[in-house]
C-alpha cells in the first residue's frame, strides 16, 4: 500500500473521480494551474484539463453558487473554499440554495456540491485562517458534514461524498495535513508514513459517510473527537491513564448515534471534544444526543472539553487550543465523578 | 459540426519560463489624457475609464493637464514616505524568515498607490485599508515602532495578540482596522461616508481593494450604494495584476478595465498609472474634491505590479516568470519620483543615498525597540487571560468562567505552553490576495 499524507490523499480521490466520471469538475480559488494553496490540487488541472479544473475568480458565494448550477445541469461540482474562514460570502448560497433544493422542488432538482475547505488553527493563522465552523453547517437540514482525521479516511470519504447525491461540507483539519499532531507544539512533527492512518490504496475505494470508528477501544470512559482533535484526544488518554473508548465521529451529520451510544452505554461516561468554541458548538449536539440515549447509564455528567468561546487569537493559540492536559484533566474529573 | 459553446479559459501570457509580457497593458503617453472639472458629468468622462492618467515621463518630467505641481519639498516627503515604507517591510519580511514574527505581506512596487493617495487627502479622511496599502500609515504618521508591536504580537501590540501581523488599525489616525477577510472594507467605506453626509460633516472615505478581491460581492455592494446615496468615497482598486497565483484576467480584467466599472454604475472610472506618484496623487485629489462637493463616488484603478511575492508563505516562481517585475512597463515608483527630482534639480544620488542611510537607521532602532516588548522567540509576553477581553463590552459570566478555568489551569501548570515561544514554523499561504 502506498504512503500519503492527507494532502496527497484528497489528491488522489480528486484524480480518481476526475478520471472514472466526467461529470467532476474540480473549482476554487488558485486550485488550477498553482494547484492550492495547501497542493491539494497540485498537477489536476494539468492532467485533467482547465476546463475540469477551474480557477475562479476570488468570489466564495460565486464560487459556490456556480457550482449549485452546474450540479443542476448534471455535473460533479467539488468546490474548494480557500480557509473555512473564508466560507460566509457563500453562506446565503448553501443555505438557503444548496440545503434546500433538493425539499423545496419535492426532488426535481438538485445540486450534488462537494465544497472542500481546511479548517483548524495550530499554524498561526490568526481570527481569520484558524476557525473550525462546522457547527454552523451541521445545523443546516439537507447538507451532509465531514471531517476526516487521517489520510485513508480523507480520501475514502472525499470519495464517497463525490459518489453520493447530496451536497457535501467537507471540512479538512489543516494542523494534520501533513502529519499526525498529538496537540503538543514543542514536539518535532510527526509525519502521516509513521501512522497507519497514512497507508492509503493508490485506487479507489470508499469509506461510508455516517459512520463513526473506535480508533481506540476501552472500557471506562467514551471519548468524542474529530479531526485534529482524535489524534490530541488520544494523547489525553495517554496522559490520563484512563481506559478509555476513542470514537472518531467523522461525519458529523449525519452521525452515527449507534456507535456513539453503544459505546457510552457501556462505559457510562463520555467527555466531548472539538478545536471549535463552545456556546452551540457540535458537541451540544454530541452531548444531548448521548444523554437522551444513555441518560440511565450514565455514571457521570459528561463533559466537553473546547475552544473558548473567543475569536482564535494569534497570540494565544496554545492557550486557545483544548489540549491534552484539559482533556486529560476532564477524563480523570468524570471518573472521579460518582 | 454543429457550433457548440466553449468556455473561455483566462491564462495569463507568461508562466515560470516564459519571456515576460505586458502588451496586454495599454498605456497613454504622459500628459495626454485631459483633465475635465471635478463637476464633470459621468458620460462626458468616460474615456478615463479606459484611458491611462500618467504625468512622470520617462525622461522623468512631469507633464500634462493632472500635474498636481506639487512644491519639491512634498514630493520628497513623498520619496521619503515610500522608502521608509518599503525599508520597513524589507525589515519585516527579514525578521520573519528569522522566526522573529509569524507573517508578513510587502507592498513593494505598489508604494506610490498607498503614500500619494494618503497625501492627497486630508488627516480627518476616513482611510478603510486593504491588507497591502502600509503606506497609508507611513503618511499619517504611526511610528514604525507601533506597526512592528502588531507584527509581533508583543505587550505593545495595538490588537492584543488577536490579529495576524499586518491587521493594523488606528482610530486617532482614522485608519480602520484591516480583515483578514478580503472586500469586507470597500462597502463599509461606504457606509462611513454616508454617515458622514448624514451628520453634515466634510470628511470623506477613502478604501483600497484588490482586483482579485473586486470579484466578491461586497464590491458590487459598495458600488451600489455609493452611486444610489452619492456617498462621499473614494473607490480604489489596486490593480497589481496577481491575486496569489491567478493573474487578472481571472478577476474579469482582460476585456474592460476595472475602472470601467465605474460608468457601469453610474459614477467616474478613472484608471491611472499606480507607479506615477504625482498621478495618482491628482486623482485623487479630483476624485477628493469632487466627493467634498456632493459629487458623489469615483473608482480608481491603480495600475500597478505587485512585486514581491503574495505573503511569506508564498512562492510566485511557481506561477509567473522569475524576471517579471523587471519587464513591467510602468517601472518603479520610487526610482520614477526620484529621478524626477533629479530632473527638478531637487534631488541627487548623494542625498538618495543619505536618506536611505537614515531611514535604515530608523527602522533598525524602531526595530530594537519593539522587540524588547517580545517576539516570537523572545521577550516579555501578553496575558492570555486578555484574550477574553473584548469579545463583548462587559464579560458576560460564561466567559468569565472560562477566564477563571484558564487561570486554573495555568496556576496547575496546564496550558502553559506558551504560544509566543513554540517555534511552531507556519510554512503554508495563511491569507489570500486581493
Known sequence: MAQMNMVQALNSAMDIMLERDPRVVVLGEDVGYFGGVFRVTDGLQRKHGEHRVLDTPIAEGGIVAAAIGMGVNGLKPVAEIQFADYIYPSFDQVVSELARLRYRTAGEFSAPV???????????????????????????????????????????????????????????????????????????????????????????????????????????????AYGTMVHVAQAAVRLAGVDAEVIDVRTLAPLDTDTLCTSVCKTGRCVVVHEATRFSG??????????EECFWHLEAPIQRVTGWDTPYPHAFEWEYFPGPARIAAALKSVMEAA | MTPRSRLHIPFPPARPGDKPDFSYVQISPAGAVERPESKASVREIESLATQMVRVLGDDGKAVGPWNPRLEPEDLQVGLRHML????????????????????????????????????????GDMLFPSYRVQGLQVVRGRSLVDLMCQCLSNTRDMCKGRQMPVMYHWGSGNIFSISGNLATQFPQAVGWAMAAAIKGEDRIAATWIGEGSSAEADFHHALTFAQVYRAPVILNVVNNQWAISTFQGIAGGEVQTFANRGPGYGMPGIRVDGNDFLAVYAVTQWAAERARQSGGPTLIEHVTYRAAAHSTSDDPSRYRPKEEWKAWPLGDPIDRLKQHLIELGEWSEERHA?????????????????????????????????????????????????????????????????????????????????
Open chain 2, 354 to 434: 543619505a536618506l536611505e542611510k537614515e531611514l535604515e537607521a530608523q527602522v533598525t532602532a524602531s526595530w530594537k525597540e519593539a522587540a524588547s516588548y517580545g517576539t516570537l522567540t523572545e521577550g516579555p509576553t501578553l496575558d492570555p487571560a486578555t484574550m477574553f477581553d473584548d469579545v463583548y463590552k462587559e464579560m458576560p459570566p460564561h466567559l468569565a468562567r472560562q477566564r477563571e478555568e484558564l487561570l486554573k489551569l495555568r496556576t496547575q501548570g496546564i496550558g502553559a505552553a506558551n504560544a509566543q515561544h513554540d517555534g511552531a514554523r507556519p510554512t503554508q499561504p495563511m491569507a489570500k490576495e486581493g
Open chain 2, 84 to 123: 521608509l515604507t518599503r525599508l520597513f517591510d524589507d525589515r519585516m519580511q527579514r525578521m520573519q524568515r528569522q522566526g522573529r514574527m509569524s507573517f508578513y505581506m510587502k507592498s513593494t512596487g505598489e508604494e506610490a498607490v498607498a503614500v500619494a493617495a494618503g497625501m492627497a487627502l486630508l488627516p
Open chain 1, 282 to 291: 457540535y458537541g451540544a449536539e454530541l452531548v444531548a444526543t448521548v444523554q
Open chain 1, 114 to 224: 462537494i465544497i472542500r475547505t481546511p479548517c483548524g488553527g495550530g499554524i498561526r493563522g490568526g481570527q481569520t485562517h484558524s476557525q473550525s465552523p462546522e457547527g454552523i453547517f451541521t445545523h443546516v437540514c439537507g447538507i451532509k458534514v465531514v471531517m476526516p482525521s487521517t489520510p485513508y479516511d480523507a480520501k475514502g470519504l472525499l470519495i464517497s461524498s463525490i459518489q453520493g447525491d447530496d451536497p457535501v461540507v467537507f471540512f479538512e483539519p489543516k494542523r494534520i495535513y501533513n502529519g499526525p499532531f498529538d496537540g503538543d507544539p514543542h514536539k518535532p512533527a510527526v509525519p502521516w508514513s509513521a501512522h497507519a492512518g497514512g497507508e492509503v490504496p493508490e485506487g479507489h475505494y470508499t469509506v461510508p459517510i455516517g459512520k463513526a470508528e473506535i480508533v481506540r477501544p476501552g472500557k471506562d470512559v467514551t471519548l468524542l
